[in-house]
């Protein structure tokens, strides 16, 4: 759809439809002074979502947990996400749910009761976390000395902005060279990457961590792709040292999907390459992408709604 009015990203901020550059919110939004916000994130394939019900049932799930509730109802944000992918005219998308406390109506309040809440949408063109040419060689993942923040503190199932324990891993693993990190929890065991599971394979079993981490949709792809292909697979504890003997170590998440890494840490895993059960992972996955695996075509007359 190259007439698309938005190509370069939409956006939809207090009831109105703009390009992405116009997507903004006032300073006084606790969205913005307290990171106070969920939001969850659906990729757009080839003209259609991929689990859209379970994003938003997840989305509901978040907000329901931290007790932010915009006017738009569940059928309402579906139809929103719909629409921001229209304007755009993308077949591939990256595409943003996002549910702000908003601003105090009574100016200098501390309640959080006494805040708007409201909904932010936006789709943009297709993101991956790590670019497909390092996605191509592996990932080379750094574990960080920073610890994860506590879950009984922040609650990694509800997906949050809080992300200075992850954004401090990453400017660990950038000032060693790495692409990306990994963070343990205060016990030593491992959780996850900034806006990543991660996934850990011994013997040709799969292993992904029960702590300190969202229950990522694409995390519950692949342990649905493992149950399909016969592979072995669990959600449980990883301490930090089973990183020290796995054969293979790979990360998934929405903005990129199967991700094989081929270093972690010092260690160069295989032959520097992407391992076998990554790569036949990451190839499963998108072909049943192809196929039609939990597709849901955009709507793209939306665009031509008025506002």
């Not at 399909?228 to 998440?253: N, Q």
């Not at 840490?265 to 992407?274: H, K, S, V, W, Y």
């Amino acid at each position: 759809m190259t007439t698309a009015p938005y190509p370069d990203g939409a956006g939809y901020v207090r009831g109105r439809y703009v390009p992405i550059s116009e997507a903004t919110l006032p300073v006084t939004d606790w969205g913005f002074t307290r990171s106070d916000v969920v939001y969850d994130v659906v990729h757009v394939f080839k003209g259609g979502f991929f689990r859209l019900r379970d994003h938003l049932d997840r989305f509901e799930r978040s907000m329901e947990k931290r007790r932010i509730r915009p006017p738009e109802d569940r059928a309402a944000i579906e139809a929103i996400l719909h629409r921001c992918v229209a304007l755009t005219g993308l077949a591939d998308a990256y595409v943003a749910m996002v549910a702000s406390r908003g601003r105090p109506r009574v100016m200098g309040s501390r309640r959080p009761a006494d805040c708007e809440n409201h909904l932010i949408a936006y789709a943009l063109p297709w993101i991956d976390v790590v670019p497909k040419d390092v996605q191509a060689r592996g990932a080379h993942v750094f574990v960080a000395s920073t610890p994860r923040v506590p879950d009984a503190s922040v609650d990694p199932t509800v997906k949050n902005y809080q992300w200075n324990d992850l954004t401090s891993g990453l400017m660990e693993a950038h000032d060693a060279g790495f692409d990306t990190a990994v963070l343990c929890d205060a016990q030593g065991f491992l959780t996850e990457g900034p806006g990543f599971n991660v996934f850990v394979v011994r013997d040709g079993r799969v292993s992904t961590p029960d702590r300190g981490s969202l229950r990522g949709i694409t995390r519950q792809s692949v342990l649905d792709l493992c149950a399909e292909l016969g592979i072995e697979a669990a959600v449980e504890p990883i301490p930090r040292s089973a990183l020290d003997h796995a054969d293979e170590v790979f990360l998934a998440t929405t903005a990129g999907g199967v991700m094989p890494a081929s270093r972690i840490g010092a260690r160069i895993l295989g032959n520097d390459r992407p391992g076998p059960i990554s790569t036949r992972l990451k190839d499963v996955y998108w072909k049943k992408h192809d196929e039609g695996w939990h597709h849901t075509p955009v709507r793209y007359q939306l665009a031509e709604a008025g506002e």
